[in-house]
């Protein structure tokens, strides 16, 4: 069982088994969303997740896509696109344990800061996974 929340504890959430796409974004609405660099993700199929303590507030961040974030500290929590609504992504800092889930990617590269140096030997993609695999799974 995976569980996390935000910074100031208000917001808390369980994301049961089945954890995928574990990637690190790069994209500009990523940076501008979380202040960093990059934001590490994963998702959880809908149906395994679950709201456990307060209430994160949605924002529309693009034509099909919803972030969420704690109203009280500013945490980014959840990332949905509603054409998959079947799937959640979730910020793998928000985790009470975030070094059980590493990214095993790098997505959007095209647009990475460019004093960012990756040297983890991950896969790189210059857009989302959809691009390059054919994944239809969400990409923040």
């Not at 790069?26 to 307060?54: E, I, T, Y």
């Amino acid at each position: 069982m995976l569980s996390g929340g935000c910074l100031c504890g208000d917001v808390r959430y369980e994301a049961g088994t089945g954890a995928f796409h574990e990637t690190a974004c790069h994209c500009s609405m990523c940076r501008r969303a979380s202040g960093a660099p990059f934001v590490a993700w994963f998702s959880v199929p809908r149906a395994n997740f679950r709201w456990l303590q307060g209430q994160a507030t949605p924002y529309a961040s693009s034509e099909h896509c919803t972030r969420s974030f704690c109203p009280r500290c500013g945490t980014q929590l959840t990332f949905e696109d509603e054409r998959d609504p079947d799937e959640v992504g979730l910020t793998t800092g928000s985790l009470d344990e975030p070094g059980r889930l590493p990214p095993h990617s790098h997505i959007y590269t095209d647009t990475q800061v460019e004093w960012v140096k990756l040297a983890d030997g991950l896969p790189r993609y210059s857009g989302s996974r959809v691009d390059v695999e054919g994944d239809q799974g969400l990409s923040p």
